[in-house]
T-cell receptor
Framework: RKEVEQDPGPFNVPEGATVAFNCTYSNSASQSFFWYRQDCRKEPKLLMSVYSSGNEDGRFTAQLNRASQYISLLIRDSKLSDSATYLCVVNSLGGGFKTIFGAGTRLFVKA | NAGVTQTPKFRVLKTGQSMTLLCAQDMNHEYMYWYRQDPGMGLRLIHYSVGEGTTAKGEVPDGYNVSRLKKQNFLLGLESAAPSQTSVYFC?????????????FGEGSRLTVL
C-alpha cells in the first residue's frame, strides 16, 4: 500500500463549479500535511498547509481528519487557471522529516 | 533570487554511462531531497538529507548515490545509467519541523537513458 494515495482523476469541471479532492495516508504518526499544485512540465509549489481545525485561503478549503487518516481540498468557484495537478503531501518522522507526495489529482476546468 | 537551482536541465545518456545531477540552494535550508517523477507515479523520494554530511534512503534509492558535503549542495549520482532511470528529477529544500515543511523545488532535470 502506498503511504499517500489520491484519486488520479482527471476531474473535468465547468467554470464556477465546486470540486473536492481526497487523500489518504497510511502512517498514523504523520506530523504535518500540505497541498501542492503542479502545472504541466513545471515544479510543484505549495498551495496551502492543512491544519487540524481546517483552514481556508480564498476559494480553497483544506480539512484534516486524523482519525480516518485523510485530508481533503475543496475548490469553490473554479477558474480556468485552477487547471493543474494537485498533490497531497505528508511529513513523517523517520531519520529526520521525510516528505512523501501523493501521485496527484489532475483537474481540468473548462469554459 | 535563485532559490533552488538544478544542473543540467536536460541530458541524454547511453546505458551504462555515469552522471551527476547538481542541486544548489541559497536559502540556508537544512533539509534537501531528490525526487523522480514518472507519468502516473507522482513524485517518489530517492534520497534525502537532514543536514550537511548526512544522507538517508527514500522510497526508490537503488541505482543512485548522493552526497551532501556542503550545506548548500546536494548531488545525485547515477553510476551506471539504465533505461528505467529515464525520468524527470526534482531537487527540493526546506526547513522542516512538526508543523512546518514547505519545500522549494528546482525546475527539474529531464534525463533520458537510451
Amino acid at each position: 500500500r502506498k503511504e499517500v494515495e489520491q484519486d488520479p482523476g482527471p476531474f473535468n469541471v465547468p467554470e464556477g463549479a465546486t470540486v473536492a479532492f481526497n487523500c489518504t495516508y497510511s502512517n498514523s504518526a504523520s506530523q504535518s500535511f500540505f497541498w501542492y499544485r503542479q502545472d504541466c512540465r513545471k515544479e510543484p509549489k505549495l498551495l496551502m498547509s492543512v491544519y487540524s481545525s481546517g483552514n481556508e485561503d480564498g476559494r480553497f478549503t483544506a480539512q484534516l481528519n486524523r482519525a480516518s487518516q485523510y485530508i481533503s481540498l475543496l475548490i469553490r468557484d473554479s477558474k480556468l487557471s485552477d487547471s493543474a495537478t494537485y498533490l497531497c503531501v505528508v511529513n513523517s518522522l523517520g531519520g529526520g522529516f521525510k516528505t512523501i507526495f501523493g501521485a496527484g489529482t489532475r483537474l481540468f476546468v473548462k469554459a | 533570487n535563485a532559490g533552488v537551482t538544478q544542473t543540467p536541465k536536460f541530458r541524454v545518456l547511453k546505458t551504462g554511462q555515469s552522471m551527476t545531477l547538481l542541486c544548489a540552494q541559497d536559502m540556508n535550508h537544512e533539509y534537501m531531497y531528490w525526487y523522480r517523477q514518472d507519468p502516473g507515479m507522482g513524485l517518489r523520494l530517492i534520497h534525502y538529507s537532514v543536514g550537511e554530511g548526512t544522507t538517508a534512503k527514500g522510497e526508490v534509492p537503488d541505482g543512485y548515490n548522493v552526497s551532501r558535503l556542503k550545506k548548500q549542495n546536494f548531488l545525485l549520482g547515477l553510476e551506471s545509467a539504465a533505461p528505467s532511470q529515464t525520468s524527470v528529477y526534482f531537487c527540493a529544500s526546506g526547513i522542516q519541523g512538526a508543523n512546518t515543511g514547505e519545500l522549494f523545488f528546482g525546475e527539474g532535470s529531464r534525463l533520458t537513458v537510451l
